[in-house]
Protein backbone atom coordinates (compact mmCIF):
# COMPACT_ATOMS: atom_id res chain seq x y z
CA UNK A 1 0.00 0.00 0.00
CA UNK A 2 2.83 2.44 0.58
CA UNK A 3 4.77 1.83 -2.37
CA UNK A 4 1.48 2.52 -4.23
CA UNK A 5 1.16 5.72 -2.74
CA UNK A 6 4.67 6.81 -3.16
CA UNK A 7 4.56 5.64 -7.09
CA UNK A 8 1.41 7.68 -7.22
CA UNK A 9 3.11 10.81 -6.12
CA UNK A 10 5.91 10.39 -8.32
CA UNK A 11 3.72 11.72 -10.85
CA UNK A 12 1.94 14.56 -8.80
CA UNK A 13 1.75 17.62 -10.42
CA UNK A 14 3.45 20.24 -8.41
CA UNK A 15 3.38 22.81 -10.73
CA UNK A 16 -0.49 22.93 -10.23
CA UNK A 17 -0.27 22.20 -7.19
CA UNK A 18 2.40 25.31 -6.66
CA UNK A 19 0.94 27.68 -8.32
CA UNK A 20 -2.53 27.32 -6.39
CA UNK A 21 -0.46 27.22 -3.51
CA UNK A 22 0.86 30.71 -4.53
CA UNK A 23 -1.95 32.20 -5.42
CA UNK A 24 -3.28 31.90 -1.97
CA UNK A 25 -0.20 32.63 -0.29
CA UNK A 26 -0.46 36.28 -2.28
CA UNK A 27 -3.84 36.32 -1.06
CA UNK A 28 -2.82 35.68 2.51
CA UNK A 29 -0.20 38.53 2.24
CA UNK A 30 -2.99 40.87 1.15
CA UNK A 31 -4.96 39.79 3.70
CA UNK A 32 -2.50 40.71 6.32
CA UNK A 33 -1.85 44.08 4.82
CA UNK A 34 -5.39 44.67 5.04
CA UNK A 35 -4.93 43.91 8.69
CA UNK A 36 -2.65 45.97 9.32
CA UNK A 37 -4.95 48.69 8.13
CA UNK A 38 -7.81 47.70 10.13
CA UNK A 39 -5.85 48.34 14.04
CA UNK A 40 -4.17 44.67 14.08
CA UNK A 41 -7.67 42.81 13.08
CA UNK A 42 -6.60 39.78 12.06
CA UNK A 43 -9.08 37.74 12.18
CA UNK A 44 -9.85 36.82 8.28
CA UNK A 45 -6.32 36.48 7.81
CA UNK A 46 -6.11 33.86 10.81
CA UNK A 47 -9.39 31.47 9.13
CA UNK A 48 -8.12 32.22 5.83
CA UNK A 49 -5.10 30.27 6.91
CA UNK A 50 -6.72 27.50 8.84
CA UNK A 51 -9.23 27.01 5.58
CA UNK A 52 -5.38 27.24 3.58
CA UNK A 53 -4.65 24.03 5.91
CA UNK A 54 -7.51 22.49 5.48
CA UNK A 55 -7.13 22.59 1.79
CA UNK A 56 -3.73 21.57 1.60
CA UNK A 57 -5.13 18.10 3.56
CA UNK A 58 -7.81 17.73 1.36
CA UNK A 59 -5.30 17.65 -1.32
CA UNK A 60 -2.94 15.10 0.14
CA UNK A 61 -5.88 12.70 1.64
CA UNK A 62 -7.82 13.32 -2.16
CA UNK A 63 -5.04 12.92 -4.57
CA UNK A 64 -4.81 9.29 -3.28
CA UNK A 65 -7.65 8.52 -1.06
CA UNK A 66 -10.25 7.86 -3.60
CA UNK A 67 -10.66 6.91 -7.61
CA UNK A 68 -12.16 9.55 -9.05
CA UNK A 69 -14.35 7.64 -11.32
CA UNK A 70 -16.25 6.31 -8.49
CA UNK A 71 -17.94 9.87 -8.80
CA UNK A 72 -19.57 9.01 -12.28
CA UNK A 73 -21.62 6.24 -10.17
CA UNK A 74 -23.25 9.09 -7.65
CA UNK A 75 -24.14 12.19 -9.61
CA UNK A 76 -28.03 11.30 -9.28
CA UNK A 77 -28.07 11.06 -5.57
CA UNK A 78 -25.57 14.38 -5.19
CA UNK A 79 -27.63 16.67 -8.02
CA UNK A 80 -30.51 15.14 -5.59
CA UNK A 81 -28.56 16.45 -2.28
CA UNK A 82 -27.64 19.57 -3.89
CA UNK A 83 -30.64 20.64 -5.32
CA UNK A 84 -31.90 19.54 -1.28
CA UNK A 85 -28.91 21.57 0.35
CA UNK A 86 -30.33 25.04 -2.15
CA UNK A 87 -33.70 24.60 -1.47
CA UNK A 88 -32.76 24.49 2.64
CA UNK A 89 -30.05 27.44 2.18
CA UNK A 90 -33.65 29.18 0.68
CA UNK A 91 -35.63 28.72 3.88
CA UNK A 92 -33.14 28.74 6.95
CA UNK A 93 -30.11 30.02 5.18
CA UNK A 94 -28.86 33.21 7.01
CA UNK A 95 -28.75 36.69 4.52
CA UNK A 96 -25.56 38.33 4.15
CA UNK A 97 -25.13 41.81 2.33
CA UNK A 98 -28.81 41.01 0.73
CA UNK A 99 -28.02 37.32 -0.08
CA UNK A 100 -29.23 34.22 1.99
CA UNK A 101 -26.66 32.22 0.84
CA UNK A 102 -25.80 31.09 4.23
CA UNK A 103 -25.76 27.67 6.07
CA UNK A 104 -24.55 28.34 9.98
CA UNK A 105 -23.96 25.70 12.33
CA UNK A 106 -23.02 27.26 15.64
CA UNK A 107 -20.29 29.97 14.20
CA UNK A 108 -19.24 28.08 11.35
CA UNK A 109 -20.44 29.00 7.77
CA UNK A 110 -20.88 27.63 4.92
CA UNK A 111 -21.73 28.40 1.58
CA UNK A 112 -23.48 25.89 -0.49
CA UNK A 113 -23.44 27.86 -3.82
CA UNK A 114 -20.00 27.16 -3.85
CA UNK A 115 -20.12 22.91 -3.19
CA UNK A 116 -23.07 23.51 -6.11
CA UNK A 117 -20.32 24.54 -9.00
CA UNK A 118 -17.94 21.49 -8.05
CA UNK A 119 -21.46 18.85 -7.87
CA UNK A 120 -22.37 20.51 -11.40
CA UNK A 121 -19.12 19.99 -13.07
CA UNK A 122 -19.23 15.91 -12.16
CA UNK A 123 -23.11 15.84 -13.09
CA UNK A 124 -22.27 17.63 -16.66
CA UNK A 125 -18.74 15.28 -17.08
CA UNK A 126 -20.61 12.00 -16.42
CA UNK A 127 -23.67 13.42 -18.88
CA UNK A 128 -21.48 14.72 -21.59
CA UNK A 129 -19.60 11.25 -20.93
CA UNK A 130 -22.83 9.86 -21.70
CA UNK A 131 -24.29 11.78 -24.61
CA UNK A 132 -21.49 13.77 -25.65
CA UNK A 133 -21.74 12.43 -29.13
CA UNK A 134 -25.50 13.44 -29.38
CA UNK A 135 -24.95 16.93 -28.46
CA UNK A 136 -25.80 17.78 -32.33
CA UNK A 137 -29.27 16.76 -31.37
CA UNK A 138 -30.79 19.79 -29.60
CA UNK A 139 -32.87 17.54 -27.35
CA UNK A 140 -29.92 16.21 -25.64
CA UNK A 141 -28.59 19.69 -24.63
CA UNK A 142 -32.09 20.95 -23.85
CA UNK A 143 -31.77 17.87 -21.48
CA UNK A 144 -29.49 19.08 -19.61
CA UNK A 145 -30.28 22.80 -19.63
CA UNK A 146 -33.16 21.67 -17.54
CA UNK A 147 -31.21 20.11 -14.94
CA UNK A 148 -28.72 23.15 -14.73
CA UNK A 149 -31.59 25.65 -15.10
CA UNK A 150 -33.13 23.91 -11.95
CA UNK A 151 -30.32 24.72 -9.86
CA UNK A 152 -30.03 27.96 -11.18
CA UNK A 153 -33.19 28.93 -10.14
CA UNK A 154 -32.62 28.44 -6.53
CA UNK A 155 -29.23 30.37 -6.68
CA UNK A 156 -30.98 33.73 -8.09
CA UNK A 157 -33.47 33.00 -5.53
CA UNK A 158 -31.06 33.74 -2.96
CA UNK A 159 -30.42 36.37 -5.13
CA UNK A 160 -27.16 35.43 -6.06
CA UNK A 161 -25.94 36.50 -9.38
CA UNK A 162 -22.86 35.95 -8.81
CA UNK A 163 -23.22 32.55 -8.29
CA UNK A 164 -26.02 32.19 -11.22
CA UNK A 165 -23.61 33.49 -13.84
CA UNK A 166 -21.06 31.12 -12.87
CA UNK A 167 -23.09 27.83 -12.92
CA UNK A 168 -24.31 29.09 -16.38
CA UNK A 169 -20.92 29.27 -17.30
CA UNK A 170 -20.08 26.01 -16.42
CA UNK A 171 -23.05 24.41 -18.32
CA UNK A 172 -22.25 26.60 -21.85
CA UNK A 173 -18.51 26.26 -21.43
CA UNK A 174 -18.86 22.47 -21.13
CA UNK A 175 -21.41 21.79 -23.78
CA UNK A 176 -19.97 23.92 -25.93
CA UNK A 177 -16.41 22.02 -26.12
CA UNK A 178 -18.56 18.84 -26.26
CA UNK A 179 -19.57 19.98 -30.28
CA UNK A 180 -22.16 22.23 -30.41
CA UNK A 181 -24.07 23.38 -33.60
CA UNK A 182 -24.07 26.87 -34.52
CA UNK A 183 -27.89 26.27 -34.95
CA UNK A 184 -28.04 25.41 -31.20
CA UNK A 185 -26.08 28.00 -29.96
CA UNK A 186 -28.40 30.56 -31.53
CA UNK A 187 -31.11 28.73 -29.78
CA UNK A 188 -29.02 28.94 -26.41
CA UNK A 189 -28.54 32.63 -26.89
CA UNK A 190 -32.65 33.12 -27.42
CA UNK A 191 -33.25 31.04 -24.03
CA UNK A 192 -30.53 32.78 -22.35
CA UNK A 193 -31.87 36.64 -23.33
CA UNK A 194 -35.35 35.42 -22.10
CA UNK A 195 -34.20 33.97 -19.04
CA UNK A 196 -32.33 37.65 -18.55
CA UNK A 197 -35.50 39.01 -19.62
CA UNK A 198 -37.42 37.34 -16.80
CA UNK A 199 -34.65 37.79 -14.38
CA UNK A 200 -35.21 41.10 -14.56
CA UNK A 201 -38.59 41.75 -14.69
CA UNK A 202 -39.17 39.29 -12.04
CA UNK A 203 -36.00 38.07 -9.95
CA UNK A 204 -33.29 40.61 -9.83
CA UNK A 205 -33.63 42.57 -6.63
CA UNK A 206 -33.49 46.68 -6.81
CA UNK A 207 -29.85 46.85 -5.49
CA UNK A 208 -28.48 44.42 -8.72
CA UNK A 209 -30.68 46.40 -11.38
CA UNK A 210 -29.08 49.31 -9.34
CA UNK A 211 -25.44 47.80 -10.25
CA UNK A 212 -25.68 47.29 -14.00
CA UNK A 213 -27.48 50.31 -14.36
CA UNK A 214 -24.47 51.92 -12.94
CA UNK A 215 -21.95 49.55 -14.68
CA UNK A 216 -23.67 51.20 -18.25
CA UNK A 217 -22.99 54.63 -16.66
CA UNK A 218 -20.91 54.69 -13.56
CA UNK A 219 -21.07 58.48 -13.10
CA UNK A 220 -24.82 58.25 -12.67
CA UNK A 221 -24.64 57.30 -8.74
CA UNK A 222 -20.69 57.91 -7.87
CA UNK A 223 -21.29 57.40 -4.38
CA UNK A 224 -23.72 55.01 -4.47
CA UNK A 225 -23.66 51.95 -6.40
CA UNK A 226 -20.97 53.53 -8.66
CA UNK A 227 -18.72 54.05 -5.37
CA UNK A 228 -17.14 50.59 -5.23
CA UNK A 229 -15.99 50.21 -8.72
CA UNK A 230 -14.55 53.90 -8.60
CA UNK A 231 -12.27 53.30 -5.85
CA UNK A 232 -11.32 49.68 -7.49
CA UNK A 233 -9.72 52.00 -10.05
CA UNK A 234 -8.30 54.37 -8.15
CA UNK A 235 -6.82 51.78 -6.38
CA UNK A 236 -5.54 49.83 -9.44
CA UNK A 237 -4.02 52.81 -11.09
CA UNK A 238 -2.38 54.22 -7.75
CA UNK A 239 0.00 50.97 -7.92
CA UNK A 240 1.53 52.31 -10.90
CA UNK A 241 4.52 49.78 -11.84
CA UNK A 242 5.95 48.43 -8.27
CA UNK A 243 3.02 49.20 -5.74
CA UNK A 244 2.84 51.61 -2.64
CA UNK A 245 4.38 48.68 -0.44
CA UNK A 246 2.53 46.02 1.70
CA UNK A 247 0.22 47.96 3.84
CA UNK A 248 0.84 51.11 2.25
CA UNK A 249 -2.11 51.37 -0.04
CA UNK A 250 -3.84 54.30 0.36
CA UNK A 251 -7.32 52.91 -1.01
CA UNK A 252 -7.62 49.81 1.28
CA UNK A 253 -5.48 51.05 4.22
CA UNK A 254 -7.66 54.00 4.55
CA UNK A 255 -10.66 51.70 4.07
CA UNK A 256 -11.67 53.30 1.03
CA UNK A 257 -12.33 50.58 -1.21
CA UNK A 258 -15.03 48.16 0.12
CA UNK A 259 -15.27 44.68 0.76
CA UNK A 260 -11.33 45.11 -0.08
CA UNK A 261 -11.07 41.05 1.60
CA UNK A 262 -13.02 39.67 -0.89
CA UNK A 263 -14.38 41.59 -3.81
CA UNK A 264 -11.98 44.04 -4.40
CA UNK A 265 -8.89 41.99 -3.27
CA UNK A 266 -7.47 42.31 -6.69
CA UNK A 267 -7.43 45.76 -6.09
CA UNK A 268 -5.24 45.77 -3.06
CA UNK A 269 -2.73 43.85 -5.18
CA UNK A 270 -2.63 46.15 -7.70
CA UNK A 271 -2.59 49.00 -5.44
CA UNK A 272 0.44 47.75 -3.11
CA UNK A 273 1.97 45.41 -5.51
CA UNK A 274 1.55 47.78 -8.38
CA UNK A 275 1.73 45.84 -11.84
CA UNK A 276 4.48 43.47 -11.04
CA UNK A 277 2.43 41.97 -8.35
CA UNK A 278 -0.30 41.64 -10.70
CA UNK A 279 2.00 40.13 -13.87
CA UNK A 280 2.79 37.46 -11.24
CA UNK A 281 -0.86 36.94 -10.33
CA UNK A 282 -1.48 36.80 -14.21
CA UNK A 283 1.14 33.95 -14.18
CA UNK A 284 0.25 31.85 -11.98
CA UNK A 285 -3.06 32.04 -13.16
CA UNK A 286 -1.17 30.85 -16.64
CA UNK A 287 0.84 28.12 -14.81
CA UNK A 288 -2.49 26.37 -13.36
CA UNK A 289 -4.53 26.81 -16.76
CA UNK A 290 -1.58 25.44 -18.77
CA UNK A 291 -1.21 22.34 -16.73
CA UNK A 292 -4.98 21.89 -16.67
CA UNK A 293 -4.10 22.12 -20.37
CA UNK A 294 -1.81 19.33 -20.30
CA UNK A 295 -3.92 17.33 -18.11
CA UNK A 296 -6.70 17.72 -20.47
CA UNK A 297 -4.76 16.55 -23.97
CA UNK A 298 -3.51 13.45 -21.88
CA UNK A 299 -6.70 12.63 -20.63
CA UNK A 300 -7.95 8.91 -21.64
CA UNK A 301 -11.80 9.04 -21.70
CA UNK A 302 -14.53 11.36 -21.92
CA UNK A 303 -15.42 11.57 -18.07
CA UNK A 304 -11.61 12.73 -16.93
CA UNK A 305 -11.30 15.13 -20.42
CA UNK A 306 -14.88 17.32 -19.19
CA UNK A 307 -13.76 16.93 -15.78
CA UNK A 308 -10.50 18.93 -16.85
CA UNK A 309 -12.42 21.09 -18.72
CA UNK A 310 -15.14 21.68 -16.11
CA UNK A 311 -12.55 22.90 -13.41
CA UNK A 312 -11.05 25.14 -16.21
CA UNK A 313 -14.34 26.62 -16.82
CA UNK A 314 -15.31 27.44 -13.53
CA UNK A 315 -12.03 29.23 -12.52
CA UNK A 316 -11.57 31.30 -16.04
CA UNK A 317 -14.53 32.46 -15.49
CA UNK A 318 -14.77 33.65 -11.79
CA UNK A 319 -10.84 34.60 -12.31
CA UNK A 320 -12.37 37.14 -15.31
CA UNK A 321 -15.66 38.44 -13.37
CA UNK A 322 -13.75 39.07 -10.78
CA UNK A 323 -10.89 41.13 -12.32
CA UNK A 324 -13.49 42.10 -15.17
CA UNK A 325 -15.59 43.58 -11.91
CA UNK A 326 -12.46 45.34 -10.34
CA UNK A 327 -11.15 47.45 -13.59
CA UNK A 328 -14.65 48.26 -14.34
CA UNK A 329 -15.32 46.52 -17.10
CA UNK A 330 -17.87 44.35 -15.61
CA UNK A 331 -21.11 44.62 -13.48
CA UNK A 332 -20.16 44.36 -9.15
CA UNK A 333 -21.91 40.72 -9.40
CA UNK A 334 -20.11 39.43 -5.59
CA UNK A 335 -17.45 36.93 -6.95
CA UNK A 336 -14.40 35.63 -5.32
CA UNK A 337 -10.95 35.85 -6.93
CA UNK A 338 -10.24 31.69 -7.05
CA UNK A 339 -7.52 30.98 -4.00
CA UNK A 340 -6.70 34.86 -3.69
CA UNK A 341 -10.32 36.27 -2.18
CA UNK A 342 -11.05 35.92 1.28
CA UNK A 343 -13.66 32.48 1.99
CA UNK A 344 -13.41 29.32 3.63
CA UNK A 345 -16.29 27.62 1.76
CA UNK A 346 -14.74 29.11 -2.19
CA UNK A 347 -11.14 28.49 -0.77
CA UNK A 348 -11.46 24.69 0.26
CA UNK A 349 -13.92 23.88 -2.92
CA UNK A 350 -10.73 25.39 -5.17
CA UNK A 351 -8.25 23.13 -3.21
CA UNK A 352 -11.00 20.32 -3.74
CA UNK A 353 -10.62 20.99 -7.67
CA UNK A 354 -7.15 20.86 -7.00
CA UNK A 355 -7.52 17.25 -5.25
CA UNK A 356 -9.33 16.55 -7.80
CA UNK A 357 -7.33 16.69 -10.60
CA UNK A 358 -4.14 15.24 -8.68
CA UNK A 359 -6.22 12.31 -8.37
CA UNK A 360 -6.64 12.17 -12.36
CA UNK A 361 -2.36 13.10 -12.83
CA UNK A 362 -1.53 10.34 -10.36
CA UNK A 363 -3.91 7.61 -12.37
CA UNK A 364 -2.34 8.35 -15.67
CA UNK A 365 -0.63 6.07 -17.58
Do not use: C
Not at 300 to 305: E, N, Y
Amino acid sequence: MLQRTIQAYRKFDWLLFGSAVLLTGLGLLALYSIGLGADGDFGAFKKQLFFFALGLLIVAVGTVGFHYRWLSFVTVPMYFGMMLLLLTVLVTGQVIRGTRGWIYIGSAGFQPVELAKVVLIIIMAKFLATHGRYTKDIRVVIQSAVTVVLMLLLVVLQPDLGGAIILASIWFGMVLVSGLRAKHLLTMAAIAIAFGAVSWLFLLRPYQKERIATFLNPASDPFGQGYNVTQSVIAIGAGQLTGRGVASGSQSQLRFLPEAKTDFIFSVIAEEMGFIGVLILLGLFGVLFSRLYVLAATSRDDFTLFLVIGTSVLIASETFVNIGVASGILPVTGLALPFVSYGGTSLVMHFVLIALMQNIAVRRS
